[in-house]
């Protein structure tokens, strides 16, 4: 979920900066994550290693005592999280369930809208957020991307996955889009709080008089069903969600993504700044996961390998 509340670099909720990694991950991405619910289906799963587990010393004492690592997501963001047949799924928990195979803890996921997740960090509601959350510098320093001002203490980031804005529309109904310019005086559709809407809110500002119409829904479920019934005319969103929608909704026949993603950036794993130890922990076994392997396995198993990285960066969005 390209999700994020910030303007994305100039480098992109979302990834994949080069035309030849869109291209592949346009062939690569379609299979899939999209509900809310806690995660109950893994609960004993990750956390029987306990004391045992290679990085369970690196862990702060309250999470070593509790064997728990609360996670707020707004589950509904297939391919990232998702719920199926009554449990949550998708490159998320999976990734989740991976780190704490590693840390000797089990990652609960508590289903939470989008926007509202950092406030839930903020409140100790949750340890951490995990939703195709942007890394970007106005989260890390908890200024506003609207008004540019400080609002909080901000956060910092365990990135884990690179990926892009994408605009998508009806199948065989383009209405001439091809790009971010084509926008002007069309009715678009995003998820509130993400780094879409900036995208959208910001191209809207260059179009004169002839504004971008914006709707914002809680999910991108609901966009993406608002477009489906013709009440827009093009969709914004992270590049594996939209090329999930195109793949899925219809059987492949309701929508097709117009044009290249833009502003390539990281998502992260979001830790409030007063809990260094965890983002270390957390970092430490994202690194254990990629050289183990089973972070690529993740990666394939989604379709999203475009999207990979090398190494765990801390606050590496800019």
């Given at each position: ?165 994408s605009l998508y529309t009806p199948k065989g109904k383009t209405q001439g889009i091809k790009g971010w310019q084509d926008l002007c005086g069309k009715k678009v559709v995003v998820q509130r709080g993400t780094v879409s809407q900036d995208l959208t809110n910001a191209q809207s500002e260059k179009c ?12 991108d479920v609901l966009a993406q069903t608002r477009l489906r019934s013709g009440g827009a005319d093009a969709g914004a969103s992270d590049f594996p969600v ?77």
């Amino acid at each position: 979920m390209t999700a994020s509340t910030t303007p994305r670099p100039a480098a992109a909720r979302s990834r994949l900066a080069a035309a030849g990694a869109i291209a592949v991950a346009g062939a690569l991405l379609l299979t899939g994550c999209g509900d809310q619910t806690k995660n109950k289906d893994k609960d004993g799963d990750s956390s029987s290693a306990g004391a045992s587990a290679p990085l369970f010393d690196k862990l702060p004492q309250s999470v070593k005592g509790s064997r728990v690592i609360r996670v707020g997501s707004d589950i509904a963001y297939p391919p990232v999280e998702f719920v199926k047949d009554g449990k949550t799924v998708g490159i998320d928990p999976d990734i989740a369930d991976a780190l704490g195979k590693q840390l000797g803890v089990r990652f609960t996921f508590n289903n939470s809208k989008f926007d509202s997740l950092v406030a839930g960090l903020r409140s100790k509601r949750y340890d951490i957020a995990m939703s195709a959350m942007t890394d970007t510098k106005d989260r890390q320093n908890g200024v506003d991307p609207k008004t540019k001002k400080k609002v909080s203490d901000g956060l910092d980031f365990v990135d884990y996955f690179q990926a892009g804005v994408s605009l998508y529309t009806p199948k065989g109904k383009t209405q001439g889009i091809k790009g971010w310019q084509d926008l002007c005086g069309k009715k678009v559709v995003v998820q509130r709080g993400t780094v879409s809407q900036d995208l959208t809110n910001a191209q809207s500002e260059k179009c004169g008089d002839n504004k971008i119409s914006i709707e914002a829904y809680d999910t991108d479920v609901l966009a993406q069903t608002r477009l489906r019934s013709g009440g827009a005319d093009a969709g914004a969103s992270d590049f594996p969600v939209a090329a999930y929608a195109v793949k899925t909704s219809g059987g492949g026949n309701d929508f097709e993504i117009v044009g290249d993603q833009v502003e390539a950036a990281p998502y992260g794993i979001a830790v409030g700044k007063d809990n260094a130890q965890l983002r270390d922990a957390i970092k430490a076994a994202m690194d254990a996961i990629i050289k183990n392997g089973e972070y690529q396995k993740i990666m394939d198993k989604w379709g999203v390998s475009a999207g990979a990285i090398k190494e765990a960066k801390v606050n590496g969005g800019s």
